[in-house]
């Protein structure tokens, strides 16, 4: 991962053009996105839930359950630790899912031919709610900048406001809400989630998007 970053970093920097990279996991990459906005390269980049919370411990402990083979791979504690300290000081711009869903069928294979990949979207706020919320390691700003300013920035979307004549793209949520993340809690029909069995705080309980519900009062509208 480190030498794809190194390379993608220089080609920006040479070309002058800008430059995104998706669910970095090392702390090897972080320092190197950390020391290219120092020379004003234009590169942003994104982390993910599972990379932030999991560490490779867990394959040893839950039996290499499939659900926590992805691509990047689970990474060391202290990569983990890298992880946030670059989210807290502006060098990681996002948090971002890079959802995967698979049919269980998929999944439900050996190890090493099993399919990459992990569920995001359900869990993404509920784990940041749990891990940095409840723990008073960040502030509902800071997971606003990472969650919604933040992956608009890096994609040079306009910034959404809650203000008259912007669309209605909202979410609320219940941070005190208890959710035990189990397979029948998913709406959708991929229940390929790392974090199956975790017990978590907040949930969404609306949605909108451009004006129209797409959950109201948890139900999927």
């Known amino acids: 991962e480190e030498t794809v970053v190194s390379r993608d970093i220089r080609l920006a920097e040479l070309t002058g053009c800008r430059l995104h990279l998706q669910h970095l996991s090392c702390a090897g990459s972080i320092e190197l996105v950390r020391a290219a906005k120092a020379r004003g390269v234009a590169v942003t980049c994104e982390v993910t839930p599972h990379h932030l919370f999991l560490d490779e411990s867990e394959l040893l402990e839950r039996g290499y359950d499939t659900n926590l083979k992805m691509n990047p791979p689970l990474r060391t504690m202290a990569d983990a630790e890298a992880l946030l300290a670059g989210l807290m000081d502006g060098t990681v711009d996002c948090i971002a899912t890079d959802h995967a869903p698979h049919a269980p069928h998929e999944k439900e294979l050996e190890f090493e031919i099993a399919p990459f990949g992990t569920t995001g979207l359900e869990t993404a706020l509920p784990l940041v709610n749990t891990y940095l919320i409840n723990t008073k390691k960040a502030t509902w700003a800071q997971v606003a900048q990472w969650m919604a300013h933040g992956p608009r920035a890096a994609l ?62 948890g139900k999927v509208a």
């Open 156 to 217: 040079g979307l306009h910034e959404m406001r809650l203000e008259a004549g912007y669309p209605a793209d909202i979410t609320v949520f219940d941070p005190e809400a208890r959710v035990e993340v189990t397979a029948e809690w998913f709406v959708s029909r991929s229940r390929n989630s790392a974090f199956l069995g975790a017990g978590l705080l907040g949930k969404a309980t609306d949605v909108l998007v451009e004006g129209r519900f797409a959950l109201k009062n």
